[in-house]
């Protein structure tokens, strides 16, 4: 059967593991084909917009899209791309996984599987309203939480809990400070909570939480919170199995999906062909989990933990002195009939 995704190559190492996990792709989905659409500062070079019509049609068309990592300027400059595109096809779920490999410079060996459930389209990390007074001294931004958008996302962890046999939903918050945005956040995930007694929910404030991840990782399930906890949560669990390098994530709204790396351009890397494409490999699993590919998915991820078990051609963030093209070539040998 033939389906066609929107790819969007990205920039800095983008580019590089991209063309590393289409190769993997085109070998487990032989029926996969590419619609290349641009988006962020590759496109503004191409055609002076950085969000290019086409490219909205093209993943509206297709409703999956395979994306690297685009650059966002720090401090001033043009607004995140990626928020931009959450934002415009309402990608509320940014589901996360984090799953520990062997041999990878983790301080936990096998113990963690876990799975961050993070609000995307509203709260504090959206950036709605900001303003810095006119003398510079004082900066101001509104922190919107809604009940339509905390009761989504917290039944779609339930939901997936339920889904794949996990047994146990952390909800992370900061209600004790921020009573009104977190403390509606947490209020109707207890409500929702109780419609799932068959899943074991419990709450953590965001500071212990991430104490609780990085002394004992192995008591988590499933986390969900909102939108800007949820952003640095998930890069301390990527940093729990091993890096960026390995953690992947999915934008997912009711018509559309986006299929990423967690990680960003990775600028002091780019160009090299040392960066590793296993988050978006494994990125590219979860899509094909979602276009009913269950078995596809599994067969790269097992190639991927073989590969990394055998150390074979491993790039530099594993230990390893590996390319990213010769990982992809050791994780495709791999990935049998
Ligand atoms: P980053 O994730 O690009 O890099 C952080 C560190 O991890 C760097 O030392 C980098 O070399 C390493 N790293 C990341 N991915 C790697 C990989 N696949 N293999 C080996 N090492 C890897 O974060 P940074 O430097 O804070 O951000 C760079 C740019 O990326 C910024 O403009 C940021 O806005 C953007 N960004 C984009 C994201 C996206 O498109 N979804 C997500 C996060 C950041
Ligand atoms: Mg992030």
Not at 122 to 136: H, K, L, N, R
Not at 142 to 165: L, M, P
Not at 206 to 231: A, H, K, S, Y
């Amino acid at each position: 059967m033939t389906t066609t995704i929107a790819v969007i190559r990205g920039d800095g190492i983008g580019p590089e593991i991209m063309d590393a996990t289409l190769r993997v792709l085109d070998v487990l989905h032989p029926g996969l084909q590419y619609d290349f659409v641009q988006a962020g500062v590759a496109a503004q070079e191409a055609c002076g917009e950085l969000l290019p019509q086409a490219t909205l049609d093209a993943i509206a068309r297709h409703r999956v899209a395979l994306k690297s990592p685009l650059t966002t300027p720090v401090g001033g400059g043009f607004s995140s791309i990626n928020v931009q595109l959450r934002k415009h096809f309402d990608l509320y779920a940014n589901v996360r996984p984090a799953v520990s490999f062997p041999n990878t410079r983790s301080r936990f060996a096998e113990s963690v599987d876990l799975l961050t459930v993070r609000e995307n389209t509203e709260g504090a990390y959206i950036g709605e309203g900001q303003q810095t007074s006119d003398d510079g001294a004082t900066a101001t931004l509104i922190q919107k939480v809604t009940r339509k958008g905390s009761e989504r996302i917290v039944r779609y962890a339930f939901d997936i809990a339920r889904r794949t046999g996990r047994k146990k939903v952390t909800v992370v918050h900061k209600a004790n400070i921020l009573k009104s945005t977190s403390g509606l956040f947490l209020k109707v995930a207890r409500e929702v909570a109780a419609e799932y007694p068959d899943i074991a929910c419990n709450e953590l404030i965001i500071d212990n939480c991430c104490m609780q991840l990085v002394m004992r990782p192995e008591q988590f399930d499933v986390l969900v919170t909102t939108n800007l906890f949820g952003d640095i949560i998930s890069d301390l669990c990527a940093g729990l199995v091993g890096g960026l390098g390995l953690a992947p994530g999915a934008n997912i709204g009711t018509d559309v999906a986006i299929f990423e790396a967690v990680h960003g351009s990775a600028p002091d890397i780019a160009g090299q062909g040392i960066a590793n494409p296993c988050a978006l490999l494994l990125g590219a699993g979860q899509m094909l989990d979602h276009l009913g590919q269950p078995e596809a998915a599994t067969r790269l991820r097992r190639a991927i933990h073989d590969t990394l078990e055998a150390r074979d051609r491993t790039t530099p963030d594993l230990g390893g002195s590996g390319t990213t093209a010769g990982f992809a070539d050791a994780i495709i040998s791999r990935l049998g009939a």
